[in-house]
């Protein structure tokens, strides 16, 4: 089957948002919204579906295999990775795909994720003294290692928004990683900052939940962290 | 923060957060400059480990015993001294890597080895098979507390677009932000850690298309000598998915997986078979070669198949869980279940800008580091040997660069640098790729090299895709000037190792020539000129 491609385009972060519409014939099964989009930008002369030119479609990518989270965008209303957006497993021929929503728009699919970065600067969120890893503790510092810093789970989540106080669900691995690598008394910082902007405004929607394009399980993290920074305590299941 | 000793570093992957981290806590300032937040970069995908002779398994292992490992896999075309160092310093790498809070496998606070290519005991410190992600993590975090105090000063969405050389020394690099389009003059030494050259055969590596090579032909233009340019691994074990090959790491051998190729309707364990004491663990460069002289037998049929159904249900879940899912996600195969298809792909970069053991380039106040760099891996790189290189590269590229280091400054300028097209890359791809496969000859060379100085003579390249076209050029008369075959560098028209090539093939540009020439592997702490 062959797909087209509704995308929704802006050159330029202050201009006018239009869609264009592409047609692509996949090349084999695993061919992925990523697939497509590369194909798009290596023709030659690049056309709609009208026949009328057009630019490149900007998009950022880097590894191909859900594994650097660059290539998150909304694709038929849901955050995922491009790269791991297979086209077969979508029922219709045509496919929206968007810049995700709570991010400025650099130009067309690259949005400015660089407040992602900023709050857990804010957080304070490295290691004070060496750190120290029970056993029993190393799955939870693994999965939380995990974290791809997308912005999938705060596209999804109704409390966040770009320099709000709430900081969302991708300021919690690097927390629970912390603070299962350091005495709780000794974290008092991370703890208290943690409180405020992601404790406090977490409206416990669990909106994050099974969207990750990672599989970590937020609520497994959000739980832990919730227990080591306000209730002083390690759980480490 | 104006008046501080400021080093510029061009990458913020393994090699460029080693530097920076390193260069903070000396108390000098760093811009780190990267076209993608470090979260994005290469490093990530590292899968299998990282060496250290740790001696936690109870082998006897030493520092010695991984220095000789190490060698002998690059085909003793590594310098012996910077060999030393990265061996010798290793467990201490390690080590710090824990206390910055590694979740590596661990028992009881002792931290678990596992098998890997090329060596005999185990060394390799692994976090099941994401090790590159989670020592990433950590160090993402470690910058993160000097970014706090002004000491990492990030630069993120930046790409290389220039490097200004007065007289072979270094004047200044300008950036473009990929964001504003606006650009940034950035005076003071640099550290080159912009990864490997994934970009000259385009969606035929497992790395990453952030690698695209641009910032090596940058630097190969504007005077920067490469070496060991014709040293291309080929990994074992990799997997054809949209756009790109897919590693299966060497930690699935490392953990009993085996490769197999049916023979008059058997499985055969060739490898097993064929060299007893290492069998499916010999170095890359072997294993790969093998596979391809196994597929083209007559008597054999299909793919050389990756066979991980004997392993314990402790491995998968303790060790290679994330390795499970990828390969069940990308191949719909489940592994633990059904042996999977398996052939080389283009792995690592062995070759890359010639720098002593100091990490100084050719060129003055010039550093470059990780895989961006040629050093450590000789002709074929020893697996959990490259995030090692990295780390401990940029280190040393950090601590010769702060001896020098001065106030540096950062100006907007005005500037216009095209980017490289997709026609283009493309050609000089498809001719790479005609010249530089696993096992090479002199007229398919030949050709290759009069088809790029068509491609230089047509008029149709700008800037950037002339400067990677002279270093893809670079790339195939290293290879045609080795006259010998030599770890990843197979030449069938002449197939034995020759010592009279034990050295290092060096490509400079000299008025506008790409010049090839050998020279002693360098042991000096001076220039490598």
Redesign the interface.
Known sequence: MNYILNILRRRRGDAKSYRQRFLYEPV?E???I??AL?EL??R?VLADTDGTPAEPVEW???????????CAMVINGRPQLA??ARLIDFSRQEIMIEPLRKFPV?CDL?V???IL?EN??TL????SR??E?P?RY??L??QA?????CGCCLEVCPNFCVNGRFFGMSSVP?TT??LT?MPVNEAKEIAKLYARHTFAGCGKSLACKDICPK?IDTEKLLVNANAMAVWKRRKGK | MSDMKTVNIIGAGLAGLSAAITLARAGVSSNLISS??S????S??AEGGINASLNTMGEHDTTTEHFADTMKGGCFLSSERAVGGLTENAPSIVKEL??????F?????RLLLRNFGGQKKKRTAH??S?TG??IM??LI??A??Y??QGLIR?F?NHELICIDVHDNVLANVTVRDN?SRKYLRFTGAAILCTGGLNGFFEGMTTG???NTGSAAAIAFCAGAEFANLEFIQYHPTTVS????R?LISEAARGEGGRLFIMRNGKPWYFMEEKYPELGNLMPRDVVSREMTAVVSMPECTGSVMLDLTGLSADVWSGKLSDLR??IM??MNIDPKLSPIPVSPGIHYFMGGIRVNIRHETSVKNLYAAGEAACQYHGANRLGGNSMLGAIYGGKVAALSALETAAKASIDSVNAKAESSL??NR?KLCCILSSGLGMIRSEQPLIKAVADLDELLKSGTLNEIDRSRTLLGKAMLLSALARKESRGAHTRSDYPHTSADFQKTTVAGMHNGEVIIRFAAIDESEGSPK
């Open positions: 084999t695993g061919d992925t990523a697939t590369t930008n290596n030659e950022e990518c880097s590894c191909l295999q859900k594994k650097c989270g660059a790269c791991a650099v690259v400015d994720r660089s970065f857990l600067k304070h969120l490295w290691l060496e750190a890893l056993d190393r799955e510092a693994y290692s995990e974290c791809i810093q690097v990683r912390l690598e599989g | 993608q937040p979260e994005r970069a290469q990530v995908l824990a206390a910055l809070g590694v979740p496998n661990a028992q009881n606070g976090a099941k994401s992600k989670m993590s950590a975090d470690e993160r507390k970014e706090a990030r993120p964001y990453t298309t952030q998915i949209s756009g790109k897919m899912a990828e996600s990308y997709p026609k493309t």
